[in-house]
């Protein structure tokens, strides 16, 4: 059946207004009279969180488990490193908060902090990333709730191998790999962007390619000094090895893929240049593609142009460089 609400995260951060973040549910059934309004506001019991991802507690990857149901959805908050659990399955229309893990507990049990992108992992279990450490200091990685309690297990990688940075992932189950990208420098960004941290390490340049079963990192690619690789997904086909990476400051999206001897390469496949512009903090204005989707057929890639206004769709064939269709 067709989804009949949507549920959008909705921060309040640096706006001046001291109200917590809430969850809204959106109506999305045409023939209802409340088609395309907000009907339900779920707000969280503490300020200055900032809800940013959020992910099911069951994920396409555990389709062949009947007990596995989307019932539950996961907030991770990218400043207090709070995360909360909330059932939509009892009510969807009115979703209610079930569990609540303090920063506290994610501090000193893995030692991260600064929370993005929950995903369901094919065990049941639920990844999150990690963009630093509970001070703000670059750390990647990421840690794990369980599936059915969703109490918190620990780290997911060694502890050797937590990456300088952290923000988006995907993963390939079938071929045994988890995508990660880099991220930025919590501490030095918390107010917003600043250009004089470029060049400084502050924005992330990495790539990075682990093994999914043995959780250890394989293979690093750099993607350029400040490129800012930010999300990464793979294409919707399970047999499928390769996708793609938006860089957020560099307006370059990278495709990676499988080699013949079970390593994987990157080329770069579009790229937007900056507008030159008056009056803005830089004299050039770079795309800052934050978000990419590709279609459930994998025909489409959709790039959020942020800062430039528009959304770009490009048209994927294999062994080409998607084609730019509508924008």
Aim: glycine share 8%.
């Amino acid at each position: 059946p067709r989804e009949e609400v949507a549920y959008v995260t909705c921060t309040y951060r640096e706006t001046c207004i001291e109200q917590p973040d809430f969850l809204a549910t959106i109506d999305l059934n045409p023939r209802s009279p409340y088609y395309g309004q907000v009907i339900h506001r779920l707000p969280m019991p503490n300020l200055k969180d900032e809800l940013h991802c959020s992910g099911w507690s069951a994920g396409y990857t555990c389709f062949d488990n009947v007990t596995r149901k989307r019932n539950k959805l996961i907030l991770p908050c990218l400043i207090s490193s709070r995360i909360y659990v909330v059932d939509v399955g009892s009510q969807c229309r009115a979703p209610k908060l079930c569990k609540m893990i303090e920063p506290v507990d994610v501090f000193w049990k893995c030692n991260k902090g600064y929370l993005n992108v929950p995903r369901s992992l094919p065990n049941g279990d639920i990844l999150i990333a990690n963009m630093g450490d509970p001070s703000g200091n670059a750390k990647g990685g990421f840690i794990v709730l369980d599936g059915e309690t969703f109490e918190l297990k620990g780290n997911w990688e060694n502890e050797c191998e937590a990456p300088p940075g952290g923000c988006h992932f995907w993963f390939q189950p079938r071929h045994n790999v988890l995508m990660s990208s880099a991220g930025i420098v919590p501490k030095h960004v918390g107010r917003g962007f600043c250009p004089d941290n470029l060049k400084k390490g502050v924005y992330g340049r990495r790539l990075n390619v682990w093994n999914l079963s043995c959780r250890s990192l394989t293979q690093c690619f750099d993607l350029g000094e400040d490129s800012l690789p930010l999300s990464v997904k793979f294409l919707q086909n399970p047999d499928a090895a390769e996708g793609y990476v938006s860089c957020a400051l560099s307006g370059v999206v990278y495709r990676f893929y499988k080699c013949e001897a079970n390593n994987w390469a990157v080329e770069e496949v579009i790229r937007i240049p900056a507008k030159d512009v008056t009056g803005w903090i830089m004299p050039k204005m770079p795309a800052f593609t934050v978000d990419l989707i590709i279609s459930m057929d994998d025909k489409y890639l959709y790039l959020s142009n942020w800062l430039h206004g528009d959304i770009r769709q490009y048209e994927l064939s294999k062994n080409c460089k998607p084609k730019l269709v509508g924008q």
